[in-house]
Nanobody, 110 residues
Framework: QVQLVESGGGLVQAGGSLRLSCAAS?????LGWYRQPPGKQRELVAV???????NYTDSVKGRFTISRDNAKNTVYLQMNSLKPEDTAVYYC???????WGQGTQVTVSS
């Protein structure tokens, strides 16, 4: 069973930055970051494929960057210019095998 372990969440002021990490127990071709704001449904934030191509939801374009280190089986989400509406539990997801990480809380104060 593949495991995904997220880290890097926390409390930050609006305008600040955080970097999330998701370490996989083995190589995964397509990985994504999702988030679930309080009282809302889980939504896609960004996806990265094995070749490095990426996609972002419109609300984070220009502020968030997804990247990966294949040697470490790790995917990152660099989040800049954070806004209070970015507050959510952020989850890592492995496409193809339908595996979720445990989630990490990101709270942005105004």
């Amino acid at each position: 069973q593949v495991q995904l372990v997220e880290s890097g969440g926390g409390l930050v002021q609006a305008g600040g930055s955080l970097r999330l990490s998701c370490a996989a127990s083995r190589s995964i071709n397509v990985l994504g970051w999702y988030r679930q704001p309080p009282g809302k449904q889980r939504e896609l934030v960004a996806v990265i494929r094995g070749g490095g191509t990426t996609n972002y939801t419109d609300s984070v374009k220009g502020r968030f960057t997804i990247s990966r280190d294949n040697a470490k089986n790790t995917v990152y989400l660099q989040m800049n210019s954070l806004k209070p509406e970015d507050t959510a539990v952020y989850y890592c997801y492995a496409y193809g095998i339908d595996v979720w990480g445990q989630g990490t809380q990101v709270t942005v104060s105004s």
